[in-house]
Every structure is written in structure tokens, then in C-alpha cells.
Nanobody, 114 residues
């Protein structure tokens, strides 16, 4: 059972920045973030593999940057130029090294509003 600890959510004004962090209890193959806004489906924000390969959702490309510290089993999501449409609950997710089993964090709220 992989434990995930998320941090960094909150309220920010449009155009502002926020950084999310998620620490895993063990080394994982991939680490990433999905988000879900009220009334919408959960969507990919960004994911990064242990080798550093990344993938981003279309709506965040060029504004968000994902990175990871393998020594700390921690993934970071730097969010810049935030828009009200970025308001959602952001969920950290990882896949295990062996069977690529997914685990999810409890979610952290990000609200972009003036």
C-alpha cells in the first residue's frame, strides 16, 4: 500500500502561481496529477515517469511544469498563469514499479478567484 501526502493547495488570484507537492512512501514508476472540477470528469494534468518523461493535459501545457525528486519520492507541480478554469480538486496519483498499480491521494483544493 503506497501512502501519498499532498500539500500546497489553496486560493490564488488569476494570473498567480501555486506549487503542489506529493510525497510517496516508496519509489514509484510514475507520479502525476489529475484534477476534477464540479460537474466535470477527472482529467489529466501532468505525469512524469521515473526516467523523467513527461506528459501534460492540453489545457495546462506551457503554464504548468511537473518535476520529481526521486531521492525524496516526491513530485511537484508548478502552476503559473492560473485561470479560474483551473479551479478543481487536484489528485496526486502514482503507479507502482512492479505491477503499475495505481494509487490516489485524498485531493487538494485549488481555487483561482479574484
Amino acid at each position: 500500500q503506497v501512502q501519498l501526502v499532498e500539500s500546497g493547495g489553496g486560493l490564488v488570484q488569476p494570473g498567480g502561481s501555486l506549487r503542489l507537492s506529493c510525497a510517496a512512501s516508496e519509489t514509484t514508476f510514475s507520479m502525476g496529477w489529475y484534477r476534477q472540477a464540479p460537474g466535470k470528469q477527472r482529467e489529466l494534468v501532468a505525469v512524469i515517469t521515473i526516467s523523467g518523461s513527461t506528459d501534460y493535459g492540453a489545457s495546462v501545457k506551457g503554464r504548468f511544469t511537473i518535476s520529481r525528486d526521486n531521492a525524496k519520492n516526491t513530485v511537484y507541480l508548478q502552476m503559473n498563469s492560473l485561470k479560474p478554469d483551473d479551479t478543481a480538486v487536484y489528485y496526486c496519483t502514482v503507479e507502482t514499479m512492479d505491477l503499475r498499480r495505481p494509487y490516489w491521494g485524498q485531493g487538494t483544493q485549488v481555487t483561482v478567484s479574484s
